[in-house]
C-alpha cells in the first residue's frame, strides 16, 4: 500500500474525548491529506499538507486539526469528538500536488 | 455544491457484459481525471486517470472516455468479471496547484453476477 501506515485501525471513543488519528509513510512525498469517507457522501477532503509545518483546510476542516513535523507524519486531531465525526478516515500522500494519490487503509472511528 | 457528481449511485452487471459509469464537471479548470477502485475493507486506489488533451485512454479492459466540450467523462469496465465488485469513484484536480485539491464524485458500488 505505498508504504503508508494508518493508526489505529479501530477505535471506539466517547463523544468529548480528544482523539488522535496518525498517518505514517515511508515514501518521502511531499503532499499528505486526510479525507473522511460516509454513506452518500464518497470522500471528502478534511486538510491536507503541502510540506512540513505547512497545512491548509478542506471541504469539512471545521472540528478538526492537523499537525506535520516530520515528513513521514501527519496527525488528525479531533480536539472534542462528535457523533458526527463518527466516520471512516483514510490518509492520502501523492508526490504531485492533486496527481496520483495513494491511501492507506483506512481509520474506523465510532464516536459513542 | 458538489464539483463532480457521479451516477449511478449503484449498478448489477452480469459478468462479460459492459459497466459504464458516468461523470459531469463545471469547472473548465480542471485538468486530472482519475479513476479509483476500492475494495471493502481497502483503501481506494487508482485504477486509471486521462489529461484533457486526449479523449480516450484504455487499459486493459478499462477505458475512460473524455468529452471536453460536454465536461463529462465515464469509466468502461469490459468483459466485467465478478472480481470486478467494488465502488469506483471518479475525481477531478488541477494538477500542480496548491489552491486545488482531489474533488470526488460520490461513488457507485458495481456489483458483477457470475
Known amino acids: 500500500d505505498a508504504g503508508i501506515t494508518q493508526s489505529p485501525r479501530h477505535k471506539v471513543t466517547e463523544t468529548g474525548t480528544p482523539v488522535t488519528l496518525r498517518c505514517h509513510q515511508t515514501?518521502?512525498?511531499?503532499?499528505m491529506y486526510w479525507y473522511r469517507q460516509d454513506p452518500g457522501h464518497g470522500l471528502r477532503l478534511i486538510h491536507y499538507?503541502?510540506?512540513?509545518?505547512?497545512?491548509d483546510k478542506g471541504e469539512v476542516s471545521d472540528g478538526y486539526s492537523v499537525s506535520r513535523s516530520k515528513t513521514e507524519d501527519f496527525l488528525l486531531t479531533l480536539e472534542s469528538a462528535t457523533s458526527s465525526q463518527t466516520s471512516v478516515y483514510f490518509c492520502?500522500?501523492?508526490?504531485?500536488?492533486?496527481?496520483?494519490?495513494?491511501f492507506g487503509q483506512g481509520t474506523r472511528l465510532t464516536v459513542v | 455544491q458538489q464539483q463532480v457528481k457521479q451516477s449511478p449511485q449503484s449498478l448489477i452487471v452480469q459478468k462479460g457484459g459492459i459497466s459504464i459509469i458516468n461523470c459531469a464537471y463545471e469547472?473548465?479548470?480542471?485538468?486530472?481525471f482519475p479513476w479509483y477502485q476500492q475494495f471493502p475493507g481497502k483503501g481506494p486506489a487508482l485504477l486509471i486517470a486521462?489529461?484533457?488533451?486526449?479523449s480516450e485512454k484504455k487499459e486493459g479492459r478499462f477505458t475512460i472516455s473524455f468529452n471536453k466540450s460536454a465536461k463529462q467523462f465515464s469509466l468502461h469496465i469490459m468483459d466485467s468479471q465478478p472480481g470486478d465488485s467494488a465502488t469506483y469513484f471518479c475525481?477531478?484536480?488541477?494538477?500542480?496547484?496548491?489552491?486545488?485539491?482531489?474533488?470526488f464524485g460520490r461513488g457507485t458500488q458495481l456489483t458483477v453476477w457470475p
Open positions: 492520502a500522500i501523492s508526490g504531485e500536488m492533486n496527481t496520483e494519490a495513494f
Open positions: 515514501e518521502n512525498h511531499r503532499y
Open positions: 499538507s503541502y510540506g512540513v509545518k505547512d497545512t
Open positions: 469547472n473548465t479548470a480542471f485538468d486530472y
Open positions: 486521462i489529461r484533457p488533451d486526449v
Open positions: 475525481a477531478a484536480s488541477i494538477r500542480g496547484s496548491t489552491l486545488g485539491r482531489l474533488y
